[in-house]
């Protein structure tokens, strides 16, 4: 777990994105998701929404290098893809700030050391328009005192204490925790009675 | 202290507690496929790790096989390229992989249980979030993503918290022309498509024991689009039977041996869960989506609600919903024109799903200018449909029978929805965009409502026919 992995907070401008029950697919349509990488992905981030949406705000240039995303309840909800994490991520997006998130999603942004906090529909309701209206305001996100600041203002936040954990101590690639269990992995798959043949 | 079936699996996985406070936990199987695994596979090269438990991961190819013609090379590149390199992966780490010659190949969540690789008591992942659907044998499956199935990869273990549990008891009976797609509907229904985050859900009561594999693989795939990553029914006599005789289950005296631990696996009576939740099966009628999100529905006979009458939070939702549907509110959902039919996904494509479609099919006509097609969910299943004389029921009806693939569920194959085309559907999603069109319209139902609306060329009410 080297230095450059722990995740205190982020800070950056923000980027609000209205709406609930925004699915995988719509963050990354599927059809995008036929290659071997995750390369050039950010390209195609809410393709289609953007398409039928002119001012959707992925397209505006005055959210161009913003980097906390703001979204509504149950963002990123339905497929595993985590093609949808780092297409956000390849885009600009270094946190996101959030009603609620769906699962999967939430923890596959941990994975890639991209925090998601929730805060209560009111504040992110105030973050959203106050964004809209200061695009240039900076936004912090801050991992370690479950807070998100805007101005004068401290709203508080919520992120699970496991994953607060991996990104303070900058254990989010889980494989080099895990690896650490060394020979206890191979004890407990002996002490399994299918791995013995019942 | 009496211990729920995750209780006791969690228990028996578990390989040590993480400083994080989450668990690591053994994962007994790990199923792969061609769009979740490559950059996974990179990145252990990359790392210099090896696989290491290769025996415990199996592969195939779903998402972008072609289901019309499989020749290979595949005339699409992408999809042929997906492929070589999951091939190669395989070879280079010795993972077996069902391939398209081997009979076996099919949606990774069909073939899990038809091998009988999926087995009650064990744990499983799998780079896709209908990992579910394997919890119908007394499983503790999840979705993962690209990250962790490189962890399972290198490690054979997850690092998880461990969920809290919701029991779901759908007591009496279900009536006919109601089926476990719309006993799973109306759950989503009741508790929202964000009601299960944090939760296993486990599913119970009469109804549910009652029930074959088949239908319980249906109702615990769809725990995800509840937002429960995973669900699990309690393995039984039904369980031990389907299991029996499979190519990996054990064999012989073994398979006593297992039943006898497998019994030892349920929720024991008088468990505590985090929230009970009950439902009557008799009152469910055959359920029909209306909206963008499979939570967004009404029974066949009812009208498309207003916005107006929604919860606050859900107001703007629904409006964006009917918007995008082209629908009004009051309007009746039975009789809205469909273009496309498609019975398929790891939902609702095995045998008995195929039988029930059947069954309304029989003797009857797809409606002029409706595109119907079948896409068995395995090799195995199409076998077995063919050996019944399904095919033929299909294809006289107007249905195309097509090979084993995810199809026009997620649409990265060559079917897809064109335009604004409006598809019913048996797969799990009903989301902007799924079925490969960006515009394009499903509405998810039941098999043999998917059948009935091919027939009629509009939603209609499958007991109408059956009758
Ligand atoms: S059938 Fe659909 S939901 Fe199932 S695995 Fe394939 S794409 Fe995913």
Redesign the interface.
């Known amino acids: 777990m080297s230095h450059d992995a722990i995740r205190r907070q982020v800070v950056g401008r923000g980027i609000p994105l209205p709406?609930?029950?925004i699915?995988t697919?719509?963050i990354i349509?599927?059809?995008f998701?036929?290659?071997?990488?995750?390369e050039g992905l950010e390209e195609h981030v809410f393709e289609?929404?953007r398409?039928?949406v002119p001012d959707h705000p992925f397209n505006h240039g005055l959210y161009r290098g913003a980097t906390v995303l703001l979204v509504g309840?149950?963002f990123g909800?339905?497929?595993?893809?985590?093609?949808a994490?780092e297409a956000l991520r390849r885009w600009g997006i270094r946190g996101i700030v959030g009603e609620?998130f769906?699962?999967?999603f939430f923890?596959?942004c941990t994975?890639?050391g991209m925090p998601c906090l929730a805060v209560a529909?009111e504040d992110l309701e105030w973050l959203m328009k106050s964004t809209a209206q200061h695009p240039d305001r900076e936004i912090l996100v801050d991992v370690e005192n479950r807070e998100v600041r805007v101005a004068e203002r401290i709203i508080p936040a919520m992120i699970?204490?496991?994953?607060r954990?991996?990104l303070l101590?900058g254990?989010w690639?889980?494989?080099v925790?895990?690896?650490e269990?060394g020979e206890?992995?191979e004890r407990?798959?002996k002490?399994?009675?299918?791995v013995t043949?019942? | 202290m009496a211990e729920t079936l995750l209780d006791k699996v969690w228990r028996?996985?578990?390989?040590?507690m993480?400083?994080?406070?989450?668990t690591?936990l053994?994962i007994?199987l790990h199923l792969i496929h061609e769009?979740?695994s490559?950059?996974a596979f990179?990145m252990i090269r990359e790392?210099n790790?090896k696989v290491?438990?290769p025996e415990r991961t199996f592969a195939t190819i779903d998402?972008?096989v072609p289901t019309a013609s499989q020749l290979r090379p595949f005339g699409?590149v992408?999809?042929e390229?997906?492929t070589v390199?999951l091939v190669r992966s395989c070879k280079e780490f010795g993972i077996h992989f069902f391939d398209l010659d081997s009979g076996w190949q099919g949606i990774v969540h069909v073939i899990g249980p038809e091998l009988g690789l999926t087995?009650p008591?064990?744990t499983i992942a799998c780079?896709?979030?209908h990992t579910s659907t394997h919890g119908a044998l007394g499983a503790l499956a999840f979705?993962?993503?690209?990250?962790?199935v490189?962890?399972v990869l290198?490690?054979?273990?997850?690092?998880l918290?461990k969920p809290k549990i919701r029991q779901i008891r759908v007591e009496g009976r279900l009536t006919r022309g109601v089926y476990a797609k719309d006993v799973i509907l109306a759950i989503i229904q009741r508790l929202g498509?964000?009601g299960g985050?944090?939760y296993a859900y486990e599913y119970a009561g009469p109804v549910v024991e009652a029930m074959s594999m088949e239908e319980r693989l249906t109702i615990c795939n769809m725990s995800?689009e509840g937002?429960a990553?995973l669900g699990y029914v309690n393995p039984d006599a039904t369980t031990f039977n389907y299991l029996r005789g499979r190519p990996f289950a054990?064999q012989g005296e073994?398979f006593d041996?297992?039943v006898a631990?497998w019994k030892s696996m349920r929720t024991e009576s008088g468990a505590s869960f985090d929230d009970v939740v009950i439902l009557d099966g008799g009152s469910i009628q055959p359920v029909v989506t209306w909206g963008?999100?499979p939570g967004q529905s009404v029974e066949v006979n009812e009208r498309i609600p207003d916005p107006a009458d929604a919860p606050e939070?859900?107001r703007?939702?629904w409006a964006?919903a009917l918007a995008f549907m082209s629908f009004e509110p009051g309007q009746r959902i039975g009789g809205t024109r469909i273009d496309v039919a498609f019975i398929g996904s790891c939902t609702n494509a095995r045998l008995s799903d195929l039988r029930a479609a059947a069954e309304v099919a029989r003797g009857r006509k797809v409606a002029k200018g409706v595109r119907a097609l079948v896409v068995p969910g395995s090799q195995a299943v199409a076998k077995a449909a063919e050996a019944e004389g399904l095919h033929e029921i299909f294809e006289k009806a107007g249905f195309a029978w097509r090979n084993a693939g995810c199809s026009l569920c997620?649409?990265?194959n060559e079917d897809k929805l064109k335009g604004r085309e409006v598809c019913a559907s048996s797969s799990n999603?009903n989301?902007?965009?799924?079925q490969?069109s960006?515009?394009g319209r499903t509405l998810l139902m039941s098999p043999a409502m998917v059948a009935a609306a091919a027939i009629a060329g509009e939603v209609t009410d499958v007991r109408k026919v059956l009758r």
């Open positions: 709406g609930t029950d699915d697919d719509r349509p599927a059809r998701l036929k290659t071997v990488t995750f289609d929404d398409l039928q309840q149950n909800c339905g497929s595993s893809r985590e093609h994490p609620s769906g699962e999967i923890g596959n994975a890639l529909a699970p204490e496991d994953h954990n991996q101590t254990t690639n889980a494989t925790v895990l690896l269990a206890e992995i407990v798959a002490s399994l009675p299918y043949g019942y | 028996a996985h578990t390989v040590r993480l400083p994080s406070g989450q690591q053994f007994s769009v979740t490559p950059q990179q790392a790790l290491r438990f998402h972008i699409d992408l999809a390229e997906m390199h087995q008591g064990i780079g896709d979030s979705g993962i993503g690209t990250s962790q490189r962890d290198a490690t054979q273990c997850l690092a918290a498509v964000k985050a944090g995800i937002g990553r054990p073994a041996r297992a631990c963008i999100n939070t859900e703007t939702a964006e997620l649409g990265m999603r989301f902007k965009g799924r490969g960006p515009t």
